[in-house]
């Protein structure tokens, strides 16, 4: 069982950024990927960005240059630092891992972006 817990949302401005965390426990596993998605209302939940075991990040288009992904492979953790932030951001960001064929999501956390 792994669990989950983010951190650093928050209402900023356009142009403005934030920084959310989130830290895994409950498993003596490392996960190979790390990621966050993210769900505004009405739509559909969408991934944001991936970070590997190894290093290798990826992103979604619309946060390219923007949002950076990284991650600490001893402490557990990944982190997203979100710049130039836009209306169009606002969200609930969600930590994500897959485990042994077993997805686990943190409890989400909001970021609301004002125009």
């Known amino acids: 069982q792994v669990q989950l817990v983010e951190s650093g949302g928050g209402l900023v401005q356009a142009g403005g950024s934030l920084r959310l965390s989130c830290a895994a426990s409950?498993?003596?596993?490392?996960?190979?990927?790390m990621d966050w998605y993210r769900q505004a209302p009405g739509k559909e939940r969408e991934l944001v960005a991936v970070?590997?075991?190894?290093?290798?990040?990826n992103y979604a288009d619309f946060v390219k240059g923007r949002f950076t992904i990284s991650r600490d492979n001893v402490k557990n953790t990944v982190s997203l630092q979100m710049n130039s932030l836009k209306p169009e951001d606002t969200a609930v960001y969600y930590c994500?891992?897959?485990?042994?064929?077993?997805?686990?999501w943190g409890q989400g956390t909001q970021v609301t972006v004002s125009s």
């Open positions: 994500h891992v897959r485990l042994f064929q077993t997805d686990y």
């Open positions: 970070s590997t075991i190894g290093g290798s990040t």
């Open positions: 409950g498993s003596r596993f490392r996960t190979n990927i």
